[in-house]
């Protein structure tokens, strides 16, 4: 807790803005009465009183306390806050399964240019050709990629595209007049499956993973058997970076039961040009745009989810579609009488998409398999230069795009993965995903990308290996990590339960925090 600031018992440093490490003042304690950022030129109109506009219980009855500084301190003070967060741009960031892979900078020159950025969504088609014409050539490719027949590009996230996957899925059923509920899902899955599951008006199924980390087909044939099969929701790799040995068996199965295929292809980074869920027997699947297809991400920022299907479900997407008539012109097509209906205004998130479709366009098909394999070789390369000090559940077996180990060895220490994440921020990495997936004990997920150097990613490796030292000869330490930045370690279910984000004052008598 920092005493200057006078931060009450009880309150979190997570619930506390602590702003540039030299000088932890805020924007309020840097004011002074008199000092501005800003001059406007005399009015040229007449003056209107607001009396007549605003009524009078609406309006302020004292100015608004809102802090007086010079515009060099106003760009120093947020210079200092945008350099407090890790991100892509300034270190190493392992964390599996969230692909943060470098985003090339052309992908914000395309988004940028005016004919796109300066389209507003009423505007006829005739006026907005270009748009409609990537938009159509982006759902090609990503067909092409997932070997499967049609797309749309609406869904926002990865998780409205599970959503709206699984609601194309239920508009198939329901027109065959069936209504099958029970959708199944790994012990791996990623959290949002069961929960787009549950928001689709399905109930989850779950199925256990085996030895060695894929879908253990003895419980998968018992599942099945007790009927009501919709469907199955599956990663392949799966979140252990794992490739399922028996995806066409496991295919086979849930289709004999009537059941249908959906692939989860948030993290799409170890197959594109290698391997297809179409070919793989899966009937539905998403990409994340802002994943694989290197859109930045993190922070809540947009994102897109595209899905693309198999033929036989291609009436159900979303309308509108972008089709091309016969004189070559591109339109948006409403006229569709099984369409599930829009599930986002206009067509989706067309920033993030233009940023995929430069990327997909700047890699081309080479490019894009060298992106997998890279991946792949990647995080090989650190899984083997952590093996010695890690336990690898899974490591007589190759990994894809990531691999998960586990803390466990350094318990006898009194270390957790937490301390040892929370360590690595010292040492300038970002932490890897932690206690994800649930069946690997003190789980940690490393997921390096193909866009780091070998020369980062002996970096990364000697990180890890110094925190793995320290477990060892200071313990206490790791406990107490992050110890070098403006914020140490957080609650964080008060920080997102209980977030304080607005200034307070000491003078309003509540500490001034
Ligand atoms: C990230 C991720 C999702 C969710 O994607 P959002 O865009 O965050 O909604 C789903 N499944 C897997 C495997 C993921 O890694």
């Not at 694989?292 to 920022?301: D, I, W």
């Not at 490019?367 to 000090?389: C, F, H, K, P, W």
Request: charged share 25%; net charge negative; with cysteine.
């Amino acid at each position: 807790m920092d005493e200057r600031r006078g931060t009450p018992a009880g309150r979190t440093d997570a619930q506390v803005c602590r702003p540039a490490p030299a000088d932890r003042l805020t924007i309020y304690e840097k004011s002074r009465p008199g000092r501005g950022a800003w001059s406007l030129p005399e009015l040229g109109v007449p003056e209107v009183p607001v009396d007549g506009l605003i009524p009078a219980h609406l309006r302020r009855t004292a100015p608004a306390r809102l802090p007086e500084v010079g515009e060099v301190d106003l760009v120093r003070h947020f210079t200092g806050l945008s350099t407090l967060n890790f991100g892509v741009d300034s270190g190493s960031y392992p964390l599996g399964s969230c692909t943060m892979k470098y985003n090339p900078r052309v992908n914000e020159a395309a988004a940028r240019l005016e004919g796109f950025s300066g389209l507003h969504p009423y505007q006829p088609e005739s006026l907005v050709q270009g748009a409609l014409e990537l938009m159509h050539e982006l759902e090609s490719w990503l067909v092409e990629i997932s070997g499967l027949h049609a797309a749309t590009l609406q869904p926002a996230a990865g998780a409205h595209g599970e959503l709206t996957g699984l609601l194309v899925i239920r508009a198939a059923h329901l027109a065959e007049g069936r209504d099958p509920r029970r959708i199944i899902i790994p012990d791996t899955a990623h959290g949002t499956n069961p929960a787009s599951v549950v928001m689709g008006g399905f109930v989850p199924a779950p199925v256990r993973s085996d030895a060695r980390g894929g879908v253990d087909m003895d419980d998968l044939r018992a599942v099945v058997a007790e009927g009501d099969i919709a469907g199955l929701m599956l990663t392949n790799p799966n979140t252990l970076g794992l490739f399922d040995e028996h995806i066409v068996a496991i295919a086979g199965l849930v289709h004999d039961a009537g059941g249908l295929l959906y692939y989860d292809g948030a993290n799409a980074n170890a197959v594109l040009g290698i391997s297809r869920p179409g070919d793989m027997g899966f009937d539905v699947v998403h990409f994340n745009t802002h994943k694989t297809f290197s859109t930045p991400h993190g922070g809540g920022g947009p994102g897109a989810g595209p899905i693309v299907v198999r033929d036989a479900l291609a009436p159900f997407l979303p309308v509108p579609v972008v089709e091309r008539d016969g004189d070559g012109r591109f339109f948006l097509q409403y006229d569709r009488p099984l369409s599930i209906g829009k599930v986002r205004t206009f067509y989706g998130n067309f920033g993030v998409l233009v940023r995929a479709w430069t990327y997909i366009r700047s890699l081309g098909a080479e490019g894009l398999r060298q992106v997998s394999e890279t991946a792949v070789l990647n995080a090989n390369y650190v899984m083997e230069g952590l093996r010695d000090i890690l336990d690898l559940p899974y490591g007589e077996r190759r990994c894809m795009h990531e691999f998960v180990g586990s803390a466990a060895p350094f318990r006898e220490h009194g270390v957790r993965a937490l301390d040892v994440a929370k360590r690595l921020l010292d040492h300038g990495v970002h932490p890897p995903t932690t206690y994800f997936p649930l069946i690997v004990d003190e789980a940690l997920m490393v997921e390096p990308t193909e866009t780091e150097s070998k020369d980062a990613l002996d970096w990364l490796i000697g990180a890890f290996r110094s925190v793995a030292d320290e477990a060892k000869e200071d313990p206490a330490l790791l406990r107490e990590a992050p110890v070098t930045l403006p914020v140490r370690r957080l609650d964080e279910a008060q920080a997102a339960r209980r977030p304080v984000v607005k200034q307070r004052f000491a003078e309003d008598g509540d500490g001034g925090a």
